[in-house]
């Protein structure tokens, strides 16, 4: 069965620089979701989106932005990164009306600030 | 503010064990309450979820018990094998399973010893 795509699973950037993480959900689900885990954390919620349009906001910085396009992938983009970014981002998707079904994550990009 | 708390942090138990992992809650408005299993590097994986209209939910070894009144539920795996050694999150959300944001608790990071 198709997972979600999460690329890439490994990126160093060093400080002050941008990186894009890019997600691609399971076929047919509507609904994308952002977490970031650092270490030996619970997951955050990020941000979701809906049919391309963002449908609700958690803890993302302001130096973060992100989007849904019309294919359904998403795109995180990170600037102006600092050592507190390292951590483990996953997306995550579902069907938005998933009653019984609920999320499945992908394995994640692990980004190293240095 | 943690609006999910588990415990315990960590748990060691012998092959064939029980092991239990409990989660508190304080928004009474949380209406869907999953648990997540997850192995280093990798997204965390739906176990199991549980309503609260329903007491427990049982699925192979791995029953939830919901308690409302108390705000509170459990993850119970029994027959514990070394291949379960990994952390469990809980989680709730308000509005359902898909289209919402996850409220996770800290982790329990579980080893099962042969």
């Known amino acids: 069965a198709a997972g979600v795509i999460q690329s890439p699973r490994h990126l160093i950037k060093e400080k002050r620089e941008t990186a894009t993480l890019k997600c691609y959900p399971i076929?047919?689900?509507?609904?994308v979701y952002w977490y970031q885990q650092g270490p030996g954390q619970d997951p955050q919620f990020l941000i979701s989106f809906y049919e391309k349009m963002q449908s609700d906001k958690g803890s993302i910085p302001d130096r973060f932005s992100a989007q849904q396009f019309s294919d359904y992938h998403s795109e995180l983009n990170m600037s102006s990164l600092e050592l507190g970014d390292s951590a483990l981002y996953f997306c995550?998707?579902?069907?938005?009306?998933?009653?019984?079904?609920?999320?499945?994550f992908g394995s994640g990009t692990r980004l190293t600030v240095v | 503010q943690q609006q999910v708390k588990q415990s315990p942090q960590s748990l060691i138990v012998q092959k064939g064990g029980i092991s239990i992992i409990n989660c508190a809650y304080e928004?009474?408005?949380?209406?869907?309450f999953p648990w997540y299993q997850q192995f280093p590097g990798k997204g965390p994986a739906l176990l199991i979820a549980i309503r609260p209209d329903v007491s427990e939910k049982k699925e192979g070894r791995f029953t939830i018990s919901f308690n409302k009144s108390a705000k509170q539920f459990s993850l119970h795996i029994m027959d514990s094998q070394p291949g379960d050694s990994a952390t469990y999150f809980c989680a709730a959300s308000i509005g359902g399973a898909s289209g919402s944001r996850l409220t996770f608790g800290e982790g329990t990071q579980l080893t099962v010893n042969p």
């Open positions: 928004n009474t408005a949380f209406d869907y």
């Open positions: 995550a998707s579902s069907p938005w009306d998933g009653a019984n079904y609920g999320y499945t």
């Open positions: 076929p047919r689900h509507d609904t």
